[in-house]
Each structure stands twice: as structure tokens, then as C-alpha cells.
């Protein structure tokens, strides 16, 4: 790609291949750094397990990169190519198991890796990508994730060309289980799409499968939660309306964030996940790979301690350890407060109906106390409607949070771990020194996948705070707004029988 | 002391320049029912007891006097109600309880003991020389003497119901409060409870004029003899051991079985109601007091967030308000719960009238019933002896121990004993009647008073409600605001 190019070659002009082999390694695990190989057919799987073992390779690269001062330097000329994606990558994209196109493309992909340093929002964001099909997308994409990423996460439509919603659950009753699906519904004007809609039936478990996708191959990002799965029998009916309704919020949402993220939107699983007709087969093919893959991660990742972790990101650590205890104990208090309110509702049941025996037992008060009886009576439907909304708008999106959370936990620790392999590699180094003048380029690629990473979790991190902001704002005022509406109409109900029990007297 | 009490029982009404309607919340409005004639009690019995010297009178007398009242009674009189207003006691004096306060003292066992006085004052209202103001007199009782009096009026005056006195010990008391008898809450109820008591007294146009009720509120020493010695324990007394009689009444009265049925329910239907509304209260309590912890975490979460620190933070502030609005609140509707017991223990002495109404009806009954044994017998034996009963026969009885001479006798006996008991039978009707009628109007009279309360109540209860509504919808829009600046 003309934009990652003109940067590298301003950069220190490495040639294409070395540089997208150093892409590559930055990218570590991502799925799509196939793109970025050495070419070969069956580029996917190989290429990923060179990812994984990479750190145990011997440097057979270029040493001709700079280091981290030098690679700053690059830093200023990054944004400046993004509009220029060419035409070619429309056809790069049609289907991303067509990975014979992406081989062509490779080498012209893979940017310098002086790009993955830049730190404003917008260069992060840019550099996220590595290798991933985002810088590939057609000019109006690309012009709307520019929009994004200027908007961040303001919800404006007309920047947006990737909807995604997920509606009308359907019960599935099949000899062997029984299970819930959901209708995804995707329009769109993006080219890698191939019609403007689709319309796709989905079961949670396939959610669970493009998670895992996602989290795979874009462990640099931070992945939208997925709703808690309930293994425990019993405790919830699972195909109760209120639970697959639930889910079904949380499931749209979470695509919702995926659709509105300018990395994972471009993911190309994702794109199958909307698309295509039997995902299963899919799914069958990706599986050889995919546990190829956990172990080499899992390989990696064993056996180094990391040093010290940034300023920034243990900040970012702190925060998250305060954070989801913080809302662990707003999600108890939520909770404690439905059931003090459903509590409350069952003495209020019963409270009501005693002024209506007592009424009959009246003559003249016969009428005031039906009064009060019903107004009780209609402050237990309000209450019934406050927690209700309580239970299905306030607390899925407290445990939403929670998750998310935990999401970012697991990329802050992966993080953890690349920069504690970059660390093992640098001191390892540093033992040889004598032997070696120049760092190696292996030990190169690890810093950049270090970097790479920073860059992605910062830019995610700060994404995830915005939404955050707006999503707390939104949930507490709509907690405040309920609350108000069941206090006024209590107030009402009360309010309407005061006449009753004072024109009595004075009809008299 | 908190707000939201019937005015009437309010202490800041304690200076009461003249007493406002409110103020005897236990008297019907006049003129509202003409036929209420317990209202009609003239003035007349109250002047003749009170030449007399006080606490000196055997109790015969005072049961006379009782009659002679309730003769009265039973005149209805429309135009009466409004002079019979004027002549009640809290028209004519304000009374107070105005302080409670902890003594310790030794009992009749000299075992030391602690307990609670309560200062009751009075001051004579003057309607004539309005510019002069009568001095204040003021005595201390126990909760005791309180009970005594109570016991007293019950037992003297059986055909009115007789306002209840606040419970001895906390009962149905939402949890959070105290149920301790020492507690100053509680104290400060009861003290309440017990000026409520004295006024619905001293607005009731029958008991307002007993002169031991007035003694009660005049003479601090000496009272309780001066109770004793009225002897109304002993009729407590006879009348407690013919209480399991009162099963047996053969021909009740259908008025007062009905109300003796819509006593009881009303007891059990309040009983109920409070119960439930304690714990109504009590989760209320919850739901508000866990909104509390918000406060808290926004709190103590604000510390991390920087644009929506403030926001939280201030927003956790209203919830620390709105829980703590709860405890003001439910204070308030204590006192409603208090209105409520109050009429559960008048549907007790409700009971209490049916059942001596009961008794008494028993009394006839088994005057009846011994009558016409009697008669029977005597039918009997004059049936028995081919002899007429005569006159000369009684001389003869003296005299001679022969068997148809003794027959005689027992004959003559026995005539004497039906006269008797005829005479017998014909007062204890007409007592009866009078007993019916008196108490009849009474609980007309009661009737009208609990539905002018109970309204009240529920007034006091709805813009409670209405407030809480409020300060719900004002804290919730505050914290609304706060979110809205994150």
C-alpha cells in the first residue's frame, strides 16, 4: 500500500519485504498478517506459526531499521498518505478466505515499522491495523474512518456505513438440544461487502466463535464482551422471554461495538460472521488453525516476567482493578435494591387489599379506603415497572461493563507479555553484546510489536472511555429518569384520591 | 419531635388559646347528627355531684347517679349537642401533657423502680373576661395512674366506649424503632398518646364531667385513694367473674352482636393493616437505606474518573439524601400508625361496652329465668294441696309445723320471692333499656368521631405519600442533573 510505503521509504528506505516481514512480526498473531508472508499459497497457517515461533528464529532479515529514536522521526509523515489507498484493494477484499489475493497484495501492505510509533489518535489508530484489511478498504471507507476517527465514537450517522442489528430471536427445538437463535441483519455501503444487506440467522454460540476470532486475531484490540453464557441450569430458564431478551440487547450491542470500531469492523471474520450463509463450515475450516495457534501463543507467552510495565499503561491497570470493583459493587447494590424493591412490592400487595377488607367492613368510610386501596394498587404496578426496567436496562449493562473490564485486563496482560518477551530478548542480547555489534532484528520486531501494541490498547483504552463516559451517562440518567417517573406516578395515584377523602365531609 | 401529626396532638399547639376544632378531634361537629344524644347531656348530673364532698360517696349512689344520667340520656334532644359543647371540660380548660420525664422511685414493695411522669397541665379557659389569663396548674403522672383512671371510667360508665390509652409497650412497631419502654421515642409517642387520651376524655360529653377525671387533671395527692374509694373495683370484680357467662346470653341483642362482629374485625382488620405496614415500612427502609451504599461507591469511584468524577461525586451526595429522607419519613408514618392503634384498641373498648351489655342482658335473662322457676314451683305446690292460699294462712304458718301449713309457708315464701323478682325483672328491663339506649347513642356518637378521624388520617397519610412522592422526584432529579454533567 502506496500510504505505508512512501512512509517507510521516508523512513530509511528499507525495501518493501523487509518491512513487511517486521510488520508482520509486530503483528504477532493477527489472522490477516497473512497478508503480509513471504508469499506462499497456503500462506494463513505457516505464516502464523513463523509468528508464533518467531522469537526463537535467528535475524534473517535486513538490520537496516533504525532504532526507536530514529523510528520517531518517521512519525510526522504517517497521516498524510491514508486517502491515497489505491483502487486495488477493493478486489483484495471480497472474501477473506480468498487468501490468494491477499498474497499478491503482501508485500505492498506492510507499512515501516517507523509507522507503528506515532502516539496522536489518529496515527494510533492507523498503525492498528498491521496487516489487517483496514487500509485496503475503498476510499469511502477509509474517508469514514477518518470521520471516526476524528468523531471517535460520536454517534452520528451519516458517518457511519456498516449497520448492524440483531432482532427476533427464534426458539429452535431439535432432537439433540434446543437452543435460541438471532436474526443478524447487516446494511451496508462498505465495497467489502457484496450486497448493500444481509440477513443472517445467528445462535449465541456463534457469537462466542467470532469473539474468539476476534480476540484472536487482533489481540492488540480490545473486544467487546459478550454477554455471560449462564452454564448454570436451573437458576435462569434460558429460554424464558425476559433472558433471551436480555441477551438479545447484549448480543446487538455487542456487534454494535464491533460495527462501530475501526479495526474489528474491518475484521475479516467478522465480515463471514454478518455474511455468510453456513458459518459452519467456516468454522470447520478455521479449526485446525485456530488450535495451532492457542498453543504457540501459550508458548510464548510462559516463562517471562516482565520488568516493569509502563507508567501508562500500569495507570491503566490501576484503573481497571478500581474500576470494575467499583462497579462489581454497584452491580450488588443494583441488585440488592431489586430485590429490597420486589420485597417491598409483596408487602405492598398484600398492605393494599387490607384497606379494601376494611373498607367493606365501613359505611362511610367504605369509599376512601377503596380509594387508598387502590392508589396502593397503583403504586405497586409503578414500583413493578421500575424494577423491572431496573433488572433489564440498568443491570445488563453494569455486567456488560464489568466484562469489558475483563476484556481489557486480558489485552493489558497480553501486553504484559509481549513487551516481557521484548525484555527476555533484549537482555539476551545485551549478554552477547560483545559478539554483536547491532541488535538484532528479531529482537527489532519485538519492540515493534511492543509499540504495535501500546498504540492499539492506548487508542482502544481511550475509545473505551468515551463510550464509557456516554454509556454511564446515559444508564445513571436513565436510572435517575425512572426513578422520577415511578415517584410521579405515585404521586398522581395519591394525589387523585386526596378529593375523594376530603369532599365527603363537605358534601355531607 | 417530629412533624406531621394530627394537629390536635401537636405540642407546638400546646398554648392553645381557645381549643380549636381540631383540638377535640374526639367530638363529632355539632349540629352533624341530631340524634346523637350522649351529646345531649345536660348539664344538670354534674351539678348535682359536684356539691357533693368528693370521694366520700358510697358507690350505690354513684350507680344511682349513673341512672338518673342515662335517663337523661335518653331524651333526644337536637338542639341540645351545641350546649353540651359548651359545657365539656376541654371547652372550658386546655390541657396539656407537656413533659415526660425518667424518675426513680420506690413502689409499694419499696423494690426501686423507674418510670416515667408526665406533666399535665391545665389552665382554665375564661370565655367571659377574655383579657384575663388563668394561671396554669400543672401535675405529674405515671402511666399508672393513668391505667386507673381508664379502669375507672370503663368500669363506671359501661355503656360508653371509652378512649383507649396508648399501648403499654411498643407494639407493632416497625423495628427500627425501639420498642425499649424507656426510649425516648417511644416516651415522646406516648406522652403524646396520653394528651390525646385526656382530651378525647375531656371532650366526651358524658365522661368530661366525672369528678374523678377532674381530679385527675386538679389534685396530684390523694387521688388514688379518692379512686379506691369509689369502690369500682369491686364491681370490676363481680362483673369479671361473670365474664364467661356472657357466652350463654340466650336472646342478644342483634345491634350489639353485629357490633360486637364489626369490633372484632375491625381489630383484626387494623392488627393486620399494621402489621403489614411495618413491614411495608421496613422494606421501604431497605430500598431507600441500600440506595445509600450509591453514595458511597459514586463516591469513592469519582476518585478515578476525571470527566465524570464531579459528576459522580455530586450525584453520590443526592443518594446519600435520598437514603437518608427515609428516616423522616417513616417517623412521619409512625404517627399514622399511631392514629391507626389508636382506633385498634377503641375497637377493644368497643367490645368492652357489647360485653357488658351481654352481662347485663345475662342478668335478665337469668332473672327471667329464675322467675318462672319459681312460678313454676310455686304453681306446683298449689296445685299439689287441694288448699287456696290464703292470707290467714301466713298466720297459722307461725304457728303450726304441719305439712299443709308449711306449704303454705314455703308458698308465701316463695310468692314474696316472685313479687321480688318480678320488681326485679321489671328494673333490670328497664335498666336495659336505659343501658341500650344510652349506649347506643354513644357509639352513634363514637361512630361519627371515628369517621371524622379516620378521613383525617388518611388525608395525613395521602399527603405524606404525596410528600415522599416529592422529595423522591426532587432528589432523583438532582442526581439527574449530576449524571447529565459526566
Given at each position: 500500500m502506496s500510504l505505508w510505503k512512501g512512509a517507510g521509504g521516508g523512513a530509511g528506505g528499507c525495501c518493501a519485504r523487509s518491512s513487511s516481514s517486521v510488520v508482520a512480526a509486530a503483528a504477532a498473531s493477527c489472522a490477516s498478517s497473512d497478508r503480509g508472508g513471504?508469499?506462499?499459497?497456503?500462506?494463513a497457517a505457516p505464516q502464523l506459526l513463523a509468528e508464533a515461533a518467531r522469537p526463537l528464529?535467528?535475524?534473517?532479515?535486513?538490520?537496516?531499521l533504525p532504532g526507536p529514536g530514529a523510528m520517531s522521526g518517521g512519525a510526522a509523515s504517517a497521516p498524510k498518505p491514508l486517502p491515497s489507498s489505491g483502487p486495488k484493494s477493493l478486489r483484495e477484499m471480497p472474501h477473506p478466505l480468498a487468501t490468494s489475493s491477499s498474497e499478491e497484495m503482501g508485500p505492498a501492505l506492510t507499512p515501516s515499522p517507523d509507522l507503528l510509533l506515532p502516539r496522536s489518535i489518529a496515527d494510533k489508530d492507523l498503525s492498528l491495523p498491521n496487516g489487517t484489511p483496514v487500509d485496503t478498504s475503498s476510499p469511502a471507507s477509509s474517508s469514514s474512518l477518518l470521520n471516526r476517527l476524528q468523531?471517535?465514537?460520536?454517534?452520528?450517522?451519516?458517518?457511519?456505513?456498516l449497520f448492524v442489528t440483531v432482532d427476533d430471536p427464534k426458539k429452535h427445538v431439535c432432537t439433540m438440544e434446543t437452543y435460541i437463535t438471532y436474526r443478524v441483519t447487516t446494511k451496508t455501503t462498505r465495497a467489502e461487502f457484496d450486497l448493500p444487506e444481509y440477513s443472517v440467522r445467528r445462535r449465541y454460540q456463534d457469537f462466542d466463535w467470532l469473539r474468539n476470532k476476534l480476540e484472536e486475531s487482533q489481540p492488540t484490540h480490545l473486544i467487546p464482551p459478550l454477554p455471560e453464557k449462564f452454564v448454570v441450569k436451573g437458576v435462569v430458564d434460558r429460554f424464558s422471554e425476559e433472558f433471551v431478551e436480555t441477551r438479545r440487547k447484549a448480543l446487538d450491542k455487542f456487534l454494535k461495538r464491533i460495527t462501530d470500531h475501526p479495526v474489528l469492523s474491518f475484521n475479516e471474520h467478522f465480515n463471514v460472521f454478518l455474511t455468510a450463509k453456513d458459518l459452519n463450515a467456516y468454522k470447520k475450516q478455521g479449526m485446525a488453525l485456530l488450535s495451532k495457534m492457542g498453543e504457540s501463543v501459550k508458548y510464548v507467552t510462559g516463562g517471562y516476567k516482565l520488568r516493569s510495565r509502563p507508567l501508562e499503561f500500569a495507570a491503566i491497570g490501576d484503573y481497571l482493578d478500581t474500576f470494575s470493583l467499583k462497579l462489581g459493587t454497584i452491580d450488588r447494590i443494583a441488585q440488592r435494591i431489586i430485590k429490597e424493591q420486589l420485597e417491598y412490592l409483596v408487602e405492598l400487595r398484600e398492605y393494599g387489599p387490607v384497606y379494601s377488607t376494611w373498607g367493606g367492613l365501613e359505611v362511610e368510610l367504605s369509599e376512601p379506603l377503596e380509594g387508598v386501596s387502590a392508589c396502593i394498587g397503583n403504586c405497586c404496578t409503578a414500583l413493578e415497572e421500575l424494577s423491572e426496567d431496573m433488572t433489564e436496562d440498568f443491570l445488563p449493562v453494569l455486567r456488560e461493563y464489568i466484562l469489558y473490564a475483563e476484556s481489557m485486563k486480558n489485552v493489558l496482560k497480553k501486553r504484559d507479555q509481549v513487551q516481557a518477551e521484548y525484555e527476555a530478548k533484549l537482555e539476551a542480547v545485551a549478554l552477547k553484546r560483545e559478539d554483536r555489534p547491532k541488535v538484532p532484528a528479531d529482537v527489532e520486531k519485538c519492540q515493534d510489536r511492543v509499540e504495535c501494541f501500546n498504540a492499539d490498547l492506548k487508542a482502544d483504552m481511550e475509545r473505551w472511555q468515551n463510550n464509557k463516559r456516554q454509556d454511564f451517562r446515559q444508564l445513571l440518567m436513565g436510572m435517575a429518569d425512572k426513578n422520577i417517573q415511578y415517584y410521579e406516578k405515585c404521586l398522581t395515584a395519591w394525589e387523585s384520591i386526596i378529593p375523594l377523602l376530603q369532599d365527603k365531609p363537605e358534601t355531607k | 419531635m417530629p412533624a406531621g401529626l394530627a394537629p390536635a396532638r401537636s405540642p407546638a399547639d400546646t398554648p392553645r388559646p381557645s381549643p380549636a376544632?381540631?383540638?377535640?378531634?374526639a367530638r363529632p361537629e355539632p349540629g352533624s347528627a341530631p340524634a346523637r344524644s350522649a351529646a345531649a347531656e345536660p348539664p344538670s348530673p354534674m351539678e348535682s355531684t359536684e356539691p357533693e364532698p368528693s370521694g366520700s360517696r358510697p358507690e350505690e349512689e354513684e350507680e344511682e347517679e349513673e341512672e338518673e344520667e342515662e335517663d337523661e340520656d335518653a331524651l333526644p334532644a337536637p338542639e341540645q349537642p351545641l350546649a353540651a359543647m359548651e359545657d365539656c371540660l376541654a371547652k372550658k380548660m386546655e390541657i396539656t401533657v407537656s413533659e415526660a420525664e425518667k424518675r426513680t422511685g420506690r413502689n409499694a414493695m419499696n423494690i426501686q423502680e423507674t418510670y416515667t411522669a408526665y406533666l399535665i397541665e391545665t389552665r382554665a379557659v375564661e370565655s367571659q373576661s377574655e383579657g384575663q389569663c388563668a394561671p396554669v396548674e400543672s401535675l405529674w403522672r405515671r402511666y399508672s395512674e393513668f391505667e386507673l383512671l381508664r379502669n375507672y371510667l370503663s368500669v363506671t360508665y359501661p355503656h360508653i366506649v371509652v378512649p383507649p390509652l396508648p399501648e403499654k409497650r411498643a407494639d407493632?412497631?416497625?423495628?427500627?424503632?425501639?420498642?425499649?419502654?424507656?426510649?425516648p421515642d417511644f416516651v415522646e409517642r406516648r406522652r403524646i398518646g396520653l394528651e390525646n387520651f385526656l382530651l378525647r376524655v375531656a371532650s366526651h360529653p358524658v365522661l368530661c364531667q366525672d369528678k374523678i377525671f377532674y381530679a385527675f387533671l386538679m389534685q396530684e395527692g390523694g387521688w388514688k385513694e379518692m379512686v379506691n374509694e369509689t369502690g369500682f373495683q369491686l364491681k370490676a370484680d363481680s362483673r369479671l367473674k361473670a365474664l364467661n357467662a356472657t357466652f350463654r346470653v340466650k336472646n342478644p341483642d342483634k345491634r350489639f352482636t353485629e357490633l360486637k362482629h364489626y369490633s372484632d374485625e375491625l381489630q383484626s382488620v387494623i392488627s393486620h393493616l399494621l402489621r403489614v405496614r411495618a413491614r411495608v415500612a421496613d422494606r421501604l427502609y431497605g430500598v431507600y437505606k441500600v440506595h445509600g451504599n450509591y453514595g458511597r461507591v459514586f463516591s469513592e469511584w469519582s476518585a478515578i474518573e476525571k470527566e465524570m468524577g464531579d459528576g459522580l461525586q455530586s450525584a453520590g451526595h443526592h443518594m446519600d439524601v435520598y437514603a437518608a429522607s427515609i428516616d423522616d419519613i417513616l417517623e412521619e408514618e409512625e404517627h399514622y400508625a399511631d392514629q391507626l392503634k389508636e382506633y385498634l384498641f377503641y375497637a377493644e373498648a368497643l367490645r368492652a361496652v357489647c360485653r357488658k351489655h351481654e352481662l347485663m342482658q345475662y342478668d335478665l335473662e337469668m332473672a327471667a329465668q329464675d322467675l318462672t322457676s319459681k312460678k313454676q314451683q310455686c304453681e306446683e305446690l298449689a296445685t299439689g294441696t287441694v288448699r287456696t292460699f290464703s292470707l290467714k294462712g301466713m298466720t297459722s304458718k307461725l304457728f303450726g309445723q304441719e305439712t299443709p301449713e308449711q306449704r303454705e309457708a314455703k308458698i308465701k315464701v316463695l310468692e314474696e320471692q316472685i313479687q321480688e323478682g318480678e320488681e326485679q325483672l321489671k328494673s333490670k328491663n328497664l335498666e336495659g333499656r336505659d343501658f341500650v339506649k344510652s349506649a347506643w347513642a354513644d357509639i352513634e356518637r363514637f361512630k361519627e368521631q371515628k369517621n371524622h378521624d379516620l378521613k383525617e388520617a388518611l388525608i395525613s397519610y395521602a399527603v405524606m405519600q404525596i410528600s415522599m412522592c416529592k422529595k423522591g422526584i426532587q432528589v432523583w432529579t438532582n442526581a439527574k442533573e449530576c449524571f447529565s454533567k459526566m
Open positions: 513471504g508469499g506462499q499459497a497456503p500462506a528464529l535467528p535475524p534473517s532479515l535486513p538490520r537496516s468523531l471517535d465514537d460520536d454517534l452520528d450517522v451519516e458517518t457511519r456505513d | 376544632p381540631g383540638a377535640a378531634m407493632f412497631v416497625w423495628h427500627k424503632l425501639s420498642a425499649d419502654n424507656m426510649d
